[in-house]
């Protein structure tokens, strides 16, 4: 105990960003179990699809869908997408699962989502990045 003492008196920036990243992790994880927003992997994706016939809406630009997309999936890039929400009525009781390039902006546009009524909204964890390296079909324009 003692040499934790001593060396958080000689470092002590060092124990600052250890307890400011541990604090960061913490808040994260708690924000995730209340969190009305649900992650799915590419398998769970997968099988949504399949299953339930669920709805991927690729959330990346117009040049990013067209250099890779999943099957299936409807493209409204982000920056339109509050414009356009009314054309997913027809989904709105239908699981829809929310692309981006790395999973961090389809969290913005799933939280859109359900706060416009969709009640089964989830976010492709790692999103297209995360596809590709499962090695999954993508499909090109």
């Given amino acids: 105990m003692q040499q934790y003492v001593e060396f958080a008196g000689n470092h002590p920036i060092l124990v600052v960003m250890w307890i400011g990243l541990l604090l960061a992790i913490i808040v994260s994880y708690i924000q995730a179990m209340f969190s009305k927003l ?4 590419p ?16 959330i990346r630009s117009n040049d990013d869908f067209k250099r890779g997309h999943i099957t299936g999936a409807r493209n409204i890039p ?26 961090m902006s389809a969290q ?22 995360k596809w590709a390296e499962a090695s999954l079909p993508v499909v090109k324009k």
């Fill in 108 to 129: 913005g546009a799933a939280k859109q989502l359900s706060a416009a009524g969709f009640s089964r909204v989830a976010v492709l964890t790692g999103g297209m990045g």
């Fill in 78 to 103: 982000l920056a339109q997408l509050s414009g356009q929400i009314g054309s997913l009525e027809k989904a709105k009781d239908a699981p829809i699962i929310v692309v981006c390039q790395a999973g």
């Fill in 43 to 58: 398998t769970e994706l997968t099988l949504l699809v399949n299953r339930e016939d669920a709805l991927v809406l690729d």
């Fill in 38 to 41: 649900q992650f799915v992997t």
